[in-house]
């Protein structure tokens, strides 16, 4: 089983999509992604458009080999959108991929009418009914029925788990719960899974007066950790810097590995929704930029470059120790390499770049070896 987060608050985006890899099998899970359209009263930055215009096609490209597609419930950063926001991910970017696939999706009987609409909007553009999947189980996947998207009877929205098994290994999606339901907790480790990836508490949103929020989201925190392997906690959680470090403390009191979506894919987390309003206090803003980029005269191309840079500068983010002398980073700045290698490898220290692992090992490499390990012969 290979599980690959592809959109989460810790690499910069809102969301919790994935996939999981079988051996005859590929499940997208909650294929959507968002920017947050306000936070401290600011539009998301460019930066953050630029990165997350890449993690949305990331998702695409991981869409094109899916043989399952899994939508959690229908808020906008889980699911293709018939009308998207400019930061969204919309329904005719993917139909064609999602009408190749089978799709699993939460049933819209106890919905509002957005989310029956979007559900609709989606099985007209796939050309598929699309049956709830709540409580059903089929070889190697499993759908829990309806659990409560935060704090249990606070709102009428609801989401579905998902359990995916293969040879022993067992992967729980669990979207949104937020950490507040200790029945959904206790649903999650009867499920007996290795692996958990799961929306943590919105701390950002607690006030003063929240510490019953606050303790209960802790505690069932702290008893999903003792019964998991790994505990991948993202998404709401992951909006402020306090999350972090609520995270960061969770895992010094627990002996299983409890970590963020970016440190499971072994690189640097980059909290941009957190960094907004220092965002733009670094890199300033055209009044009328936000409404050039939704009108398509709009390029995010001078902040993308100058966002990565800012954050090494001002230390948010740790380069590869051998991005200076690598050659990937020649080729990126002759304009041989896309910057994707550098912004996804490099500048990340992503640990999984095969030519990371072979410096580190002292073998040999040769300089147009890309970090995925594909040799490119026009590279010189």
């Excluded at 499971?264 to 300033?284: D, G, S």
């Amino acid at each position: 089983m290979n599980i690959k987060i592809l959109a989460t608050e810790s690499l910069g985006v809102r969301g919790l999509c994935c996939s999981v890899e079988l051996k005859n099998r590929k499940i997208v899970i909650d294929p959507g992604i968002a920017l947050g359209w306000l936070r401290h009263g600011l539009l998301p930055h460019p930066f953050q458009i630029a990165v997350g215009a890449g993690i949305r096609e990331g998702i695409i490209e991981e869409l094109k080999g899916a043989t399952d597609v899994v939508i959690s419930h229908f808020h906008g950063d889980h699911c293709p959108l018939y009308n998207p926001n400019p930061y969204q991910l919309g329904i005719e970017a993917v139909k064609g991929l999602l009408s190749n696939c089978r799709v699993w999706t939460k049933g819209v009987d106890d919905c509002r009418f957005i989310h029956q609409r979007r559900w609709e909007a989606l099985a007209v553009a796939t050309g598929k009914d699309l049956p709830s999947a709540e409580g059903k189980r089929e070889g190697f996947l499993e759908f829990s029925f309806p659990v409560p998207h935060g704090q249990k009877g606070k709102n009428e929205n609801a989401v579905m788990m998902s359990r995916v098994e293969e040879q022993g290994e067992v992967f729980v999606h669990a979207s949104d719960i937020q950490l507040l339901d200790e029945q959904t907790i206790q649903q999650i480790l009867d499920w007996r899974p290795n692996i958990v990836l799961v929306s943590g508490p919105p701390l950002y949103r607690f006030s003063s007066s929240s510490k019953t929020q606050r303790d209960k989201a802790w505690k069932n925190a702290m008893e999903l950790a003792k019964g998991v392997d790994t505990l991948i906690i993202d998404h709401h959680l992951l909006r402020s810097e306090q999350g972090a470090q609520w995270l960061s403390e969770l895992d010094r009191f627990t002996k299983n590995r409890v970590l963020s979506a970016a440190a499971f894919m072994r690189r640097e987390p980059v909290f941009l929704e957190a960094w907004r309003k220092e965002l733009y206090e670094w890199l300033p803003v055209n009044k009328d930029w936000h409404r050039d980029y939704a009108q398509g005269t709009g390029s995010c191309d001078r902040y993308r470059i100058k966002g990565w840079e800012t954050l090494v500068e001002r230390e948010k983010i740790s380069p590869c120790r051998w991005y200076h002398c690598c050659p990937i980073k020649r080729f990126t700045e002759q304009g041989k390499l896309d910057r994707y290698w550098i912004e996804n490898y490099c500048l990340v220290g992503n640990k999984e770049c095969i030519r990371y692992q072979m410096e580190e090992k002292g073998e040999y490499h040769p300089n147009n070896m890309l970090p995925n390990g594909v040799a490119r012969t026009s590279l010189k």
